[in-house]
């Protein structure tokens, strides 16, 4: 993959995925804004506590993949997205000396896996080629962060089951096809290189390196101790089995920031077998072998 270097501020889109560190690098880029501003460099990142009301590229995403039934409303709709896109890129585009736009959206490759527990990340194609004909924009770079199949199905279906607007169906209900990774990492990335593709792609483990590697890995290189963190490294944790238990009775989702702070000492949720955490391990290991494949052959930087 070459990269040429362009005239106008290089786009750099980072895609999370969830439960990969996303928040945290998030929140940290936030903490960093007037760093970021001197060096020239705008990050673009999701509501947070604090700043909910504010537009964010959440609000596009939303926007440009929830079809309305008629196409002028739909038309419509992408029109505002657009919109709200230039007008979010025209904001920061107003700092001096701006060389690099960081888009960090994790919702971007689309919802996990289906309600019935059937294939991780079913819609990432089609959104991202969506985006990109929306926004107009090729990346200078896109970035991504994988985890291995045991930790990250956990945390995932723990954390969905606390905030999708739909709800998840129980774990003993979809166990088989969602242990089963009929789509993996792999395949994934795949639809990422097909939607941007010659873009220069960088995927990285979220078990090896710092979340300050991370941070410069999108910022580009900043002196070494000038990025502030936050104290709390568990920005964004897993929900307990208590915080789990309490969101299902919960009729309201802006409370469950707080609710999973509270459950925080509670009990994990590890629904795993040995076996199916064996096996799992295993097919991790398979993917990553995989990984190493597309490196050699210059489809990704990993």
């Known amino acids: 993959m070459s990269r040429k ?7 750099i889109l980072h895609l999370g995925a969830q ?7 998030q929140t940290v880029l936030d903490t960093n804004r007037d760093l970021l501003t001197r060096n020239g460099i705008v990050a673009l990142t999701p509501p947070r506590p604090g700043k909910r009301i504010s537009p964010t590229v959440r609000d596009v995403v939303r926007i440009l993949t929830r079809k309305p039934k008629h196409l002028p409303r739909y038309i419509l709709k992408r029109a505002g997205a657009r ?8 904001d920061g585009a107003s700092s001096p000396g701006l060389r690099r736009i960081i888009v960090s ?8 896996f289906r309600p019935d527990g059937f294939g991780l990340y079913p819609s990432t194609y089609w959104r991202l080629k969506l985006f990109r004909n929306l926004v107009g924009l090729d990346p200078y770079e896109i970035h991504l962060t994988i985890r291995a199949y045991d930790t990250f199905l956990v945390s995932l279906y723990a954390m969905l089951s606390v905030y999708s607007a739909r709800g998840v169906r129980p774990f003993d209900n979809i166990r088989t096809k969602y242990l089963a990774v009929r789509r993996g990492w792999p395949d994934i990335i795949g639809d990422v290189s097909r939607a ?3 873009t220069f792609l960088k995927v990285t483990r979220v078990e090896r390196g710092s979340m300050e590697e991370r941070v410069q890995d999108l910022a580009g290189p900043l002196r070494s101790g000038q990025l502030r963190f936050q104290g709390d490294e568990r920005v964004n944790a897993a929900p307990t089995l208590e915080a789990m238990a309490a969101a299902a009775q919960l009729q309201r989702r802006n409370s469950r ?3 999973i702070a509270r459950h925080s000492d509670g009990t994990p949720f590890d629904p795993l077998t040995e076996d199916e955490r064996e096996r799992l391990v295993r097919r991790y290991e398979s993917d990553l072998s995989s990984l190493e494949r597309m490196k050699r052959a210059g489809t990704i930087v990993f």
């Open 105 to 112: 959206e994790e919702n971007l490759i689309g919802s996990p």
């Open 5 to 11: 270097s362009p005239k106008r501020p290089e786009f």
């Open 83 to 90: 919109a709200l896109f230039s007008g979010l890129v025209a």
């Open 196 to 198: 941007f593709p010659g």
């Open 19 to 25: 439960r990969t560190g996303s928040t945290r690098l």
């Open 257 to 259: 920031d707080a609710l």
